[in-house]
């Protein structure tokens, strides 16, 4: 599993669900970001008690026309640096094209080069006819179904003040051709202190299923800002070897100030 894997999956797991279980979410609006941000986030890997930069992810938003329809052509870049390039090189692409009403998606790109192995997938949703249909196939998708970019956004128009801390909230996703039952637990509001700066936080722990890079089960903790853009500022949890930690480095072209930032 890449570097900007691991980043969009953290991010995307912090999201309210959206599929049969969860319908009121349908079709949410768009109230936490905008045509023109740009978020980039940095992968440290640590396997003797300290974090050393591994990789770093940007993500992208601009708002296009796809099939005539206004669309958020979302897309996350990633890679690993020059050291761990000699160990396993990670030049990856992901990209969405997501409906500005409902903020599903119309097609995902995920175009990965992983330690010389190249995979290359493009999904076209049909939301209506709840299918998928991919370059292996056709599949059967449940109601509102996202991909793991377009997640990332929706998650961010979530309102988090509803639900109680503890609280289990249930979500669908559609990722390498397999449509994931998972949910993530409520954890409350904290104070955290990151490579960026020190922020007032919404804390989470997601479901993660067990694979090659995590272990599964509540392990991974993920926060995020505690203001309107609902911005993705950690990502901490052990993986098969050592740890790692996804920090948010830098911004541009917020919707809303970062109020949730009280300190450098």
């Known amino acids: 599993m890449s570097l900007l894997k691991i980043s969009i ?16 979410n349908c079709g949410i609006r768009n109230k936490a970001f905008i045509s023109g941000e740009t978020v980039q986030m940095t992968v440290f890997y640590n396997t003797m008690g300290a974090y050393i930069g591994a990789g770093e992810a940007t993500f992208t938003t601009k708002l296009e026309r796809y099939n005539g329809k206004p669309v958020y052509h979302a897309v996350g870049v990633g890679k690993t640096y020059s050291f761990f390039d000699n160990f396993f090189k990670v030049r990856d692409r992901y990209e969405s094209y997501i409906d ?3 903020l599903t998606p119309y097609k995902f790109i995920r175009q ?73 637990r409520y954890l409350g509001k904290e104070k955290i202190k990151t490579k960026y700066g020190k922020f007032r936080a919404i804390k989470f722990s997601p479901l993660l299923i067990k694979g090659t890079i995590f ?32 920090d948010m480095m830098g911004y541009r072209n917020l919707r809303y100030p970062l109020t949730s930032l009280i300190g450098l």
Not at 9 to 24: H, Q, V
Not at 225 to 240: G, K, Q
Request: overall charge negative; some cysteine.
């Open 9 to 24: 999956l953290s991010a995307c797991l912090l999201f309210t669900g959206f599929s049969k279980r969860n319908a009121d």
């Open 112 to 184: 990965v080069e992983e330690g010389g192995t190249k995979i290359y997938n493009n999904v076209t949703f049909n939301q209506t006819a709840n299918t998928a249909v991919s370059t292996n196939g056709v599949f059967k998708i449940t109601d509102c179904m996202q991909d793991v970019v377009s997640a990332v956004y929706y998650a961010r128009n979530i309102d988090f003040d509803k639900y109680k801390k503890g609280d289990k909230i249930p979500f669908d996703m559609f990722l390498d051709d397999e449509v994931y039952h998972l949910y993530i």
């Open 215 to 246: 272990q599964g089960g509540e392990k991974m903790t993920a926060w995020v800002s505690d203001d309107p853009n609902h911005l993705l500022l950690r990502v901490e949890s052990p993986i098969i070897v050592g740890s790692i930690k996804v």
């Open 100 to 102: 500005t009403a409902t």
